[in-house]
């Protein structure tokens, strides 16, 4: 996180006490929800690449399911962010009572709306958020789910 490439679409980049707080938030959402984001490592050494999964957003003023992802630079463009993101939409709808599960990215973060498409999301809704920017916001829901697990 504290890789301005990979944070190019965060207000800003992870210091310290961001990490920090960033895994404390992560740890208080395990304890509220049962979920949160997983660490993503490689089969072949167990090396950590990134992470990828399950919390709740407040996307466009209302609290959402969201399937999240962040990798290194160099595992990027790899298929890891698609091959986790499976999983979470998988353990999602198999695991929860939720019927749409989204991601949401910066309009120009082309590489995050592929990897939402590539997981099955449609694109639902744009607007501009906090920060005066355009936000996309692409779901996918249990229904479609069941359609291409089949």
């Given amino acids: 996180m504290a890789d301005s490439d990979i944070t190019q679409h965060y207000p800003y980049t992870f210091d310290k006490a961001r990490v920090m707080n ?52 160099d595992m990027q463009h790899k ?31 082309i590489a995050s709306a592929a990897v939402a498409v590539s997981y099955g999301c449609k694109k639902l809704d744009e607007f501009i958020d906090s920060k005066n920017e355009t936000t996309v916001v692409y779901g996918i829901t249990r229904r479609e789910w069941e359609k291409i697990k089949i």
Wanted: hydrophobic residues 35%; glycine residues 8%.
């Fill in 22 to 73: 960033w895994i404390d938030k992560s740890i208080e959402r395990y304890n509220i929800f049962g979920f949160g984001l997983w660490a993503v490592c490689l089969k072949d050494n167990g090396e950590m690449i990134g992470d990828c999964g399950l919390t709740m957003q407040i996307i466009n003023n209302q609290i959402k399911p969201e399937i999240g992802y962040h990798f290194r630079k």
């Fill in 79 to 109: 298929g890891y962010a698609k091959e986790a993101s499976i999983a979470v939409r998988d353990w999602t709808f198999i695991n929860t009572p939720f019927n749409t599960v989204y991601s949401y990215m910066k309009k120009d973060n």
